[in-house]
Each structure stands twice: as C-alpha cells, then as structure tokens.
C-alpha cells in the first residue's frame, strides 16, 4: 500500500490503541483461565489483518463476496432510507474496501475509519482521503469492544454506522447488546447502523468456511502465537499447536481453538502454562443468526430493523437499523 497523501493535510488521528501491556495483560488472564481463551480482538496485528484479508477472497468464505454483491445491489437505494448528508463512521474499518460503493451512494461530509489495527488503519484512510478528495477523514485507533469513544467530524450532522463483515458475530449475545446500545448512543436518536450479519445455514458450509483448504484460516488463527512471541517475552511454538475450527449448534456459533499437539509448557515472562496434549485455547466464536432472531437482539439495544436484504440463498444479510426517535 502507498500512502499517498502528500497533497493532503495528514489524516485527524485518535490513538487509543491498546498497547504491549493490555495484550500481556489479557493473554495471561486468558491463559489463567479454565477454560482458557484469548479474545479475537488480538488476531489483527498487522499481519493478522493482512491474513483476514485474505480470507476474504477465498472460495469456502462465502461472506464478503454475498455482503458486497448486496452493497452494491441495495446501495441506490440507500439515499433515499438514511437522508441526505450525513457522517459516515466504519467500525472496524479494515482494509476500507466495502466502504467505497456508500462513499458514492451517500456521498458524506465526513467519513471516521475505526479500526483496532493502528497500520492497517493509517494506510487505508490515508488511500480513502487521496481517491474522495471531497471527503473529510478521519482515523481513530480504538478497541470498540472496551467502548465508543470516537470523534464524529460535526457532531450536528446525522450519523450512520457501517459495522460490515458480520464482526458482530464476535460477540455473544449480551456483549453484542452493550456494544450495538453503544452504537445507538453514538449515532443518537433517528441515527442509522447498517450492519452486516451472517445468517444461519447447513453445517458443512459453516465449517468449510473456517477450514479452507489452503490453511489461510489456520494461519490467521495460529498467527495469534506468533504475535505472542513477536511482542511478549514469549517462547511459545506455534507449530505446536494446531487450528480447530467448528460449528456449535447448541450456541448458534463457530467456535475457533488453538489445541496443544504434545504435553507442553509456554513460557510468558515469569509465568508457565503447562499443556496436556490435546488442550486448547479457545480464540474466536462467530455467531450466526435468523434475520428475526438479529432483530430481537437489536430491538434490545433500542434499535428497529428498517430494511433486511439478503442474497437467493439466504446465506448473509445486510441489515438497515434505526434508533428509535
Ligand atoms: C471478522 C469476525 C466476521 O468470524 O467470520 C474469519 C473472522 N475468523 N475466519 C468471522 C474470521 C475466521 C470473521 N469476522
């Protein structure tokens, strides 16, 4: 990626980027736990996003060619539903891709990319603000899932959240509540979420979409262990573990592990974690909903479903919500 922002006044940054310490912090209670687990959050460092980037192209991960194939088929409308002029706030902003085809059909005053992933953030906002010379940018480096605090360029202006890519799905039902009042409260009465929300299916799809068969998604989950050792005085070896990925259906959601291929003991810092063989870490769950059962959980947080679109096979669904005025 180029930066190409030369002619332009640097990009307004807010840096609340979880550092070292929240990461040695949340590892090892993580790891102190039983059952032990890291929060998914921690997958995108800079390589770890690049990995999900790739995931996002592959055959088995049918979300974001369904979620864009819809963007693009509802976009024309969507002047028409959310108004006029508007701010435009990405959570969880990424490589910024999906965004463009809302860039031209909204056509915003202002634009804030949200992204807990501090390089990848800077990069892509900075190639938004060269290509949408009209636009106003803004970065905020921030981990939603701790809460939403972000500048919102003019605070008068009527606010639509972008929350693509089912990342929702992160989060169980309680957590996805508090973090969707959140929302709510960021956008404000008559405010707008348009949210991308994976939609329940046959198994074997689920699971195919969370063990490729060229191991990019082991790699995204295994890269984890890398970063550990990358950034923590750490000595795990990550070929020592392997991915495990499947569908719950008791809790409507993929579960993601890291399980231990041999009795083991991982060194961070002064601390020891010792491993049976066949142990895990447990590293992600991404739920899957029904369009009604998603409008239930966003009824909870204040917000009414306004429009639902979906692809032939109902495989993912691109939700308009509104705050209730
Ligand atoms: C970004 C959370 C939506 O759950 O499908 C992809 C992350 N994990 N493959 C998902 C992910 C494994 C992704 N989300």
């Given at each position: 990626?180029?930066a ?24 090892i ?15 995108y460092?800079a390589?770890?996003s690049e990995l999900?980037?790739?995931i ?26 959310v ?6 706030v990405e959570?969880?902003?990424?490589a910024?891709?999906?965004?463009r ?29 060269r ?41 169980d039902?309680a ?16 405010g ?13 799809r ?6 490729d ?47 231990s ?9 002064d601390?020891?974690?010792?491993f ?23 009824a ?13 096979e ?6 308009l ?5």
């Amino acid at each position: 990626m180029t930066a190409g922002a030369g002619e332009r006044e640097a990009i307004p940054f807010y840096d609340a980027h979880p550092g070292d310490a929240d990461l040695r912090r949340e590892v090892i209670a993580g790891l102190s736990a039983q059952p032990r687990s890291i929060p998914p959050k921690f997958f995108y460092d800079a390589q770890g996003s690049e990995l999900f980037d790739r995931i996002c192209g592959l055959p088995e991960y049918y979300q974001t060619r369904t979620e864009v194939a819809i963007l693009q088929r509802v976009a024309p409308q969507l002047a028409g539903l959310v108004g006029e002029a508007c701010v435009l706030v990405e959570l969880g902003s990424g490589a910024s891709k999906k965004v463009r085809v809302l860039l031209e059909a909204l056509r915003p005053s202002g634009y804030v990319g949200v992204d807990i992933s501090k390089e990848f953030l800077l990069a892509s906002t900075a190639i938004l603000a060269r290509d949408y010379p009209w636009l106003e940018v803004h970065a905020a480096c921030v981990d939603f899932s701790t809460g939403l605090e972000v500048p919102t360029c003019d605070p008068a202006a009527h606010k639509v959240a972008f929350f693509p890519g089912s990342s929702i799905g992160n989060f169980d039902p309680a957590d996805a509540v508090r973090l969707l009042g959140d929302i709510a409260a960021l956008v404000g009465r008559g405010g707008h979420l348009l949210i991308g929300v994976d939609l329940k299916k046959p198994v074997p799809r689920l699971n195919a979409a969370y063990n490729d068969a060229a191991g990019v998604t082991a790699a995204f989950n295994l890269n984890l262990l890398h970063r550990m050792r990358r950034e923590l005085d750490c000595d795990v070896d990550p070929q020592r573990f392997e991915h495990y990925a499947f569908y719950n259906p008791n809790e409507s959601r993929i579960e993601m592990h890291l399980i231990s291929k041999a009795d083991q003991v991982v060194r961070i810092g002064d601390r020891s974690f010792a491993f049976a063989v066949g142990e895990g870490v447990h590293t992600e769950n991404s739920y899957k909903y029904t369009v009604a059962g998603f409008g239930a959980l966003a009824a909870r947080a204040g917000f009414r479903q306004q429009a639902v679109w979906t692809d032939d096979e109902r495989l993912f669904s691109v939700q308009l919500l509104q705050v209730e005025s």
